[in-house]
């Protein structure tokens, strides 16, 4: 049986509608990480992404709790928006650096939709990669992409038309335990 987190108890009543109507056997728990009510070295999977680091008050907490739920070889599969992301103003006409946010700032309010008013923590990416080392993960791969994981309807920004970070792609994994 596969199981599945999520902090949502929309996103994961929709998840298991979906495993049922697939036939797939998903245990769906409404949780957070850190802190899933979930037995050590119980995935060979972990996804975070689309949104989820910029509401993590302690990025190493989360980097060791998805350590912890790995098994030997396990994966942790990151696809989010790029950290400088919310520095980029979404005007249409020419790519634009917002005065009033940090690269390196704690946290920001969120002006725009979804989040308007919303705090969002800044994680640099050096601080996202660091983290996961440190949790004791290997880093396979890391990649910068120029096209952004969400726009919202109607709109477009020059900061997306491809010369800027908008998302990044991180897979690291558990080492393997040692052969006999």
Same mark, same amino acid.
């Given at each position: 049986m $596969? @199981?599945?987190v999520?902090? $949502?108890?929309v996103?994961?009543g929709?998840a ?5 109507e ?6 769906? !728990?409404?949780a957070?990480?850190? /802190?899933a009510?979930?037995?050590? =070295? ?5 996804y975070? =992404?689309? =949104?989820?680091?910029? %509401?993590?008050? +302690? ?5 060791r +709790?998805?350590? #912890? ?8 599969f990151v696809? @989010?928006?790029h ?5 980029w $103003? %979404?005007?249409?006409d020419e ?5 009033? #946010?940090s690269?390196?700032? +704690?946290?920001? !309010?969120?002006d ?6 919303a ?6 990416? /050096?601080?996202? !990669?660091?983290v !996961?080392?440190?949790?004791g993960?290997e880093l396979?791969h890391?990649?910068?992409?120029? @096209?952004p994981f969400? #726009?919202p309807? /109607? ?6 038309? =491809?010369?800027?970070p908008?998302?990044f $792609?991180?897979?690291? #994994?558990?080492?393997? @335990?040692?052969?006999?």
């Amino acid at each position: 049986m $596969s @199981e599945a987190v999520d902090y $949502s108890a929309v996103t994961t009543g929709a998840a298991h509608r979906r495993a049922a109507e697939l036939g797939l056997a998903c245990r769906y !728990v409404v949780a957070e990480l850190p /802190g899933a009510p979930l037995r050590d =070295g119980c995935a060979d999977l972990v996804y975070t =992404g689309k =949104g989820a680091l910029i %509401w993590m008050r +302690d990025l190493a907490a989360w980097a060791r +709790d998805v350590a #912890r739920l790995l098994r030997p070889a396990g994966h942790l599969f990151v696809y @989010e928006a790029h950290p400088a992301a919310a520095l980029w $103003s %979404w005007d249409a006409d020419e790519p634009r650096i917002r005065a009033d #946010r940090s690269y390196f700032g +704690d946290c920001f !309010v969120n002006d725009t939709f979804p989040g308007n008013g919303a705090v969002e923590f800044q994680w640099t990416l /050096g601080e996202i !990669v660091n983290v !996961v080392l440190a949790a004791g993960l290997e880093l396979l791969h890391l990649a910068e992409h120029p @096209e952004p994981f969400w #726009r919202p309807g /109607g709109i477009t920004a020059a900061a997306w038309s =491809g010369r800027l970070p908008n998302a990044f $792609s991180l897979l690291a #994994r558990r080492p393997p @335990e040692p052969a006999d």
